[in-house]
């Protein structure tokens, strides 16, 4: 089978690295461009990454002696590569060019970042729960003037903590949802080195987290109407977000109250629950979405993160709750999951439905 040619814009970042990793052996898609700010571009990747190489394993062979490109000219990509994955640290307005610029020359964007996350043609998607919102992308193109260009985006990591494990209880008719995310120092691009501050530390606040937290599902739970995504009304949404010294994985402690309360049963049978990209045996889904432990101290980042390859949705200690109804923890890898495996699954999906032409 012919792989599809990839770029990697943000090659060099803590999600770049991870696209870098799993595409080294990926079935269907061949890590063809990196690219990166002008700081880097010239370089060859092991220079270019140099001291900020976070993960664990080297970096792969393939891509040590690539030579970075700047992701302001994309050039040399266009009708070369079938499409990028693009993670960058760039303002709301730059990112939000940057890849309209891509889409523009005919190169689809499969997204990390939050800059269009609101555009309404847009999709969001997690592919397990929303894979029908990639219907608005022919009037997306439209708006572009393109024929194969298009954006898509995957939401914010600490997302995957909790909204996997809402869905399956939707019909339950759910009325309200308070959220408390202990997020990890990667989720913010840094390793205990970079942040020595987080060292027996808490810090309460991440910048825009607690916003993206209570609106994005609502996206994400909304409905194509007239070439647009419109986001759901309801479940009220609180959020509070807080950083937490732990390497990967963000934990989720969740409130939730239903119309139509229930059992105990009812909630771990709708965790059993499979999506678009287990009936499909997409390369990068997980066999099993939701695990679910019953042991009192489990999920743990540190013990669980990893479970089907850092993209299962794990979940604990679901009690009954005084105010709320129900309450459980949920735990995700939000580099993996929550960011670039979310997001190569997400492309996996958009290949097998044709959206790569
Ligand atoms: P990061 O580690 O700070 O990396 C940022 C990347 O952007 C680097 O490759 C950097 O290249 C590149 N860059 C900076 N300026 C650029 C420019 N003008 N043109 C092209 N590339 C440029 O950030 P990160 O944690 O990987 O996050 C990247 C994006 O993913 C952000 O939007 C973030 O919100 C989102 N995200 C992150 C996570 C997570 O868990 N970390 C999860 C979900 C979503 P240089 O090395 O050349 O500077």
Known sequence: MKKYRVGIIGAT???????????????????????????????TYAEAVGEKWALDAPIPAYAKDMVVLDAADPTPLI?????????????????????????????????????HRFTPDVPMVIPEVDPEHLAVIPFQRKRLGTERGFIAVKSNCSLQSYVPLLHPLRKFGIEKVAVC????????????????????????????????????????WGELRGGEIVPASSPVITAQCLRVPVSD???????????????????????????????????????????????????????????????????????????????????????????????????????VKGYFG
């Not at 640290?89 to 005919?106: H, P």
């Not at 999920?299 to 200690?317: H, T, V």
């Open 13 to 43: 970042g803590m999600v770049g690295q991870r696209f870098v990793t799993l595409l080294e052996s990926h079935p269907w898609f061949c890590p063809s461009f990196l690219l990166a700010s002008s700081r880097s571009a010239g370089k």
């Open 79 to 115: 009708g070369k590569a079938d499409f990028v994955f693009c993670a960058v640290n760039l303002k709301k307005e730059e990112t939000r060019a940057l890849e309209e610029m891509y889409a523009k020359c005919e190169i689809p964007v499969v997204s990390n970042n939050s800059a």
């Open 181 to 220: 995310t202990y997020q990890a120092i990667s989720g913010a691009g840094k390793t205990f080195k970079t942040m020595p501050e987080i060292s027996d530390n808490v810090i309460p606040y991440i910048g825009g987290e607690e916003e993206k937290s209570e609106r994005e599902p609502l996206k994400i």
């Open 249 to 351: 994985g963000h934990t989720a402690a969740v409130f939730v109250s239903f119309k139509n309360k229930p059992t105990k049963e009812e909630i771990l049978k709708a965790w059993e629950y499979e999506g678009e990209p287990q009936r499909l045996h997409l390369p990068s889904a997980p066999e099993r979405f939701i695990t679910y432990f019953e042991e009192d101290d489990r999920p743990q980042p540190a013990l669980d993160r990893m479970k089907e390859k850092g993209m299962g949705i794990m979940a604990g200690r679901l009690r009954e709750d005084p105010l709320f109804g129900w309450k459980f923890i949920g735990l995700s890898h939000n580099t993996l999951r929550g960011a670039a495996g979310g997001a190569v699954l997400l492309a996996e999906l958009l290949a």
